[in-house]
Each structure stands twice: as C-alpha cells, then as structure tokens.
C-alpha cells in the first residue's frame, strides 16, 4: 500500500474525498446493520435449542445427548473465538463476516437433512464454528461505530442477537413443528440476507480502517498486572454462574414445563420465547445504563439481584413461573454488556481478543452448562437442575472483589 505523504494542493485538485464519519458520533447505520445480522445469526442458531424436543422424539436421545448436541455447538463457538479474536486485533479481517455467515448456513442445511446422531453434532459444530467467526469481529465493528458511547453500541449488537435468540422458539412452534424438521431449510434465506448485509458491514470496516478512530476507554488507573488479572478472573466466574444458569432454561425449560405442569410443546416453546425476548429487552438496558452510572454497579445489580426470583421458580405454579422468568431475563442479560466494556477497559488495544474471550466464555459455559445439567436430569430429574441451578447467582457476591473503573475519556482517540 502507498504511505507517501500527499501535499495539501494534490488532495484538493484530486477527486472528491469519500465522507469520513464523526467519531465522536455512534455510525447507527452501521450498528444497526451489524445487530440486524447479529438477529439472523443467533436466531438460526437458537432454532437447533428450539427444535429439542422433536430431534428428541425423532432419534429418540436421552438428555445426556441433548446436551452433547448443545456442548459440540457452544465448545466450536467458544474455542475459535478468542484466537480469531487475537487475529483480528493483528490485522482487521471484514470479510470474515460472511466467511462465518457461510459456516451458519452449511450447518443449517445439514440440520434440516440429518439422518443420524452423528450428523446432528456435524451440524451444530458448524453452526457453532460460524459464530465463532463472526462475533470477535462484529463486536469491533460495533465499538468502531460506537463514537465514545461504548456501553450503547455493545447493548445495541447484543440485542441484535438476544432478539434473535428469542425468535427462534417462536418460529419453530409455528414452521417447524407443523412441517417437520425438512422445513428449517427454509430458514437458509434468512442465512442468505444475513450474507448480504454482512458484505455491506465489511465494505464499510474496510473502507474505514485507516481513517476511523475508535474511542478508547481508559484503563483501570494504577492496577499492576496481577489486579488485572485478579479482576479478569472475577469477570470469568460471573460469566460462569450467569451462562450456567441460563444453559437451565435456554436448554431445558421446555422440558421442565411440560414435564412439571403438562404443557404442549408449542405452549412451552411459547414460554421460551417470552423468555429469551425478556433477555433480549434487558440486554439493551446494560449498556447504555453502564455508560452512565459504571459498569460495577450494572454487573452487581445484574448477577446478584436476579436471585430472588431464581430461588422462587422451582416453587412456582405455572402463571408466576412465566412472570419469574420474565424477570430473571431482563435483569441477568443486562449484565453481558458492562462486564464487556469492563474487561475492555481493563485491557485497552485488545478488543477482539476481549471479545473472542468473553463470547467464547459465554457459549463455552453455556455449552458445558447444558452437558452437566443434561446428565443431572438423566438420573435426578429436570425439578432437581432447577432448584440446584437457583443458587449459582449468589455468585455475584464476588463482584465485590472487581476495582473500580476509571472513567472513560470521551476525548481520548486510538486506532483499532
């Protein structure tokens, strides 16, 4: 690429530069193109979770393979994503985005054809390596956009996904259960225009990559490195206890109501929607209220205040479990966000390596989450994960142990 210094009279005379944004101010085009794939991305993959019950019945798996299906899908969207994470900080890759989009799609269609177990765990290995690809990058997509407001844009491209997340029962209870499993083909359209948009993002990204500045947060003042890495560890065990918890109901909650309070599937595919919708309304609260009163008292609120209602469900007649579940998803996903722009903070420069970590964190402890507690179902019953799983929020009580922040610095610039 030429460097050279181009004199002032060589630029006027030469054509119309192209518009380089503020970056003082969120890019909302751009964040809301990448949450609007991140939408189409996760709400493909929530609907290998929302279809359980039908691969359960149709290749007759106990819950210890339900969980292998969902821990081969969180283990390949975990474990590539801190090093392409890595990658990317080194050299910027935009069009990894459809690259990832193109893994999601190949899993799809393999999912809708599968004739046996094995085949299934091909499937949800693919899906899970195309969001291992497309997370660390758009997650520095959206903070390139994010013009200082840092907690906003992460909230923004989460709730992309969330919502996503929350579509997918929904659209399995109304195509997929009265078709069959054959029509979650039909869903590689939705795969097809996430690739489209994607290619946009990537031009943009790439366009962008020399002239763009990117707030950049201040790093915790005066932590040596082992503080740091204190506190990371802190962050990793609120990951842990928060996904764990969630890998109860994103996994088995259609199982635990119709086997507690004799629902029909749609019925309980119903309840799974209104849950991950929960989930999605609060994950667009985190960020930007992390932005103004700190990312500490967020990720306290968050973590720790959602245990009442999660030591009331296993208790609860079937009207109050909807009402708890809705609750406990719109405290516990606020968290996501600040403890992301936390550990950002605490390792500024390092964006898409935070990122691949935490997401990859995120489904990793997902994925062993819904392992484990698969086999606890298996020989104690789906009532004794749900009342096991109503302590780990305590665990927010280390949050304690997190330094506190320094304020960011709006004014303070840095290339991605």
């Not at 609007?36 to 279809?51: G, K, P, R, V």
């Not at 999912?111 to 499937?123: H, Q, R, V």
């Not at 690809?133 to 390139?144: L, T």
Request: charged share 10%; glycine share 12%; hydrophobic share 55%.
């Amino acid at each position: 690429m030429d460097t050279r210094v181009v004199p002032a009279a060589e630029v006027a005379s030469a054509a119309p530069p192209v518009a380089v944004p503020d970056p003082s101010r969120p890019v909302f085009a751009v964040l809301g193109a990448i949450s609007f794939a991140h939408l189409l991305n996760d709400m493909i993959q929530s609907l290998i979770l929302a279809i359980y019950p039908l691969l359960k019945s149709g290749f007759g798996l106990s819950f210890g393979q339900i969980g292998l299906i969902t821990l081969t899908y969180q283990l390949t969207a975990s474990l590539l994503q801190p090093m392409v994470g890595m990658a990317a900080d080194r050299r910027p890759m935009p069009y990894s985005l459809p690259v990832g989009m193109g893994f999601t799609l190949c899993g799809l269609l393999l999912l809708a054809d599968a004739s046996e177990f094995s085949t299934l765990l091909l499937a949800a290995a693919l899906v899970g390596t195309g969001s291992s690809v497309f997370h660390p990058e758009s997650s520095r997509v959206a903070r390139a956009a994010s013009g200082g407001r840092l907690g906003l844009a992460q909230s923004l491209f989460q709730v992309g996904g969330n919502a996503g997340a929350s579509l997918g029962p929904l659209l399995a209870a109304w195509i997929i259960v009265p078709h069959g499993r054959g029509s979650v083909a039909w869903f590689a359209l939705a795969a097809l225009l996430a690739l489209a948009v994607l290619v946009r993002v990537g031009r943009w990204y790439r366009d962008h990559q020399i002239t763009r500045r990117v707030l950049a947060a201040a790093p915790v003042a005066g932590l040596p490195r082992g503080k740091v890495a204190g506190a990371i560890a802190v962050l990793v065990l609120l990951v842990f206890s928060k996904y764990f918890y969630l890998a109860s109901i994103s996994s088995y909650y259609t199982f635990y109501l119709i086997h507690t309070f004799g629902v029909s599937v749609q019925n309980a595919q119903t309840h799974l929607f209104v849950f991950l919708f929960a989930v999605a309304a609060g994950s667009l609260i985190g960020g930007p209220v992390g932005d103004r009163i700190g990312r500490k008292r967020v990720i306290w609120v968050s973590i720790l205040g959602v245990a009442p209602f999660t030591l009331l469900l296993p208790h609860a007649s079937l009207f109050w479990t909807g009402v708890l579940s809705v609750a406990i998803g719109l405290v516990l996903s606020s968290a996501f966000s600040a403890i992301l722009v936390y550990a950002q903070e605490l390792i500024p420069g390092r964006v898409g390596m935070v990122s691949g970590l935490f997401f990859g964190l995120a489904f990793g402890m997902g994925g062993i989450g819904a392992a484990v507690l698969g086999r606890l179902a298996d020989t104690h019953g789906i009532d004794y994960v749900y009342r096991l799983c109503a302590w780990l929020p305590l665990m927010g009580l280390i949050t304690v142990l997190l330094p506190e922040p320094g304020q960011s610095i709006r004014g303070r610039q840095a290339l991605a």
